[in-house]
C-alpha cells in the first residue's frame, strides 16, 4: 500500500515561492509515476504537474514556466518548486501516484491516480 504525505505548504505574497514536498512509503517511486493536484474551494480537482518514470513531465498551462517538478528517487520523495505565485494558485495541493503508464495529457487527470496524500494548503495573497 503506498502511503504519501504531503508537507511545505503555507501562506505567501504574490510573487514568492514555496516547495512543496510528498515523502512516499510502501513502494519504490522509480515505479511509479507521480503528480500534484489541486483543488480549490467550489471547484473540481485540477492536474498542475506529473513526472514520469522516465523523467519526462507535463505542466498544466497556468503553472508552465513557473513550477517545476522533480522527484529524489533515493528518498522516495517527490518536489514541487513553486515561483511567482498567484493569488489564482490558491489551492488544497495534493500528491498522487500510480503504478501504470499514461501518456500526456490523460497522465494530468486525477482520475488515473490510485494512491493520494491528505494534501497541504497553499495560500497566496495579493
Known amino acids: 500500500q503506498v502511503q504519501l504525505v504531503e508537507s511545505g505548504g503555507g501562506s505567501v505574497q504574490a510573487g514568492g515561492s514555496l516547495r512543496l514536498s510528498c515523502a512516499g512509503s510502501?513502494?519504490?517511486?522509480?515505479?511509479?509515476?507521480m503528480g500534484w493536484f489541486r483543488q480549490a474551494p467550489g471547484k473540481e480537482r485540477e492536474g498542475v504537474a506529473c513526472i514520469d518514470r522516465d523523467g519526462s513531465r507535463d505542466y498544466a498551462d497556468s503553472v508552465k514556466g513557473r513550477f517545476t517538478v522533480s522527484v529524489d528517487n533515493a528518498k522516495n520523495t517527490l518536489y514541487l518548486q513553486m515561483s511567482a505565485l498567484e493569488p489564482g494558485d490558491t489551492a488544497m495541493y495534493y500528491c498522487?501516484?500510480?503504478?501504470?503508464?499514461?501518456?500526456?495529457?490523460?497522465?494530468?487527470?486525477?482520475?488515473?491516480?490510485?494512491?493520494w496524500g491528505q494534501g497541504t494548503q497553499v495560500t497566496v495573497s495579493a
Open positions: 510502501g513502494y519504490t517511486f522509480s515505479s511509479l509515476s
Open positions: 498522487a501516484a500510480t503504478p501504470r503508464l499514461w501518456g500526456p495529457p490523460t497522465r494530468l487527470t486525477p482520475s488515473v491516480y490510485e494512491y
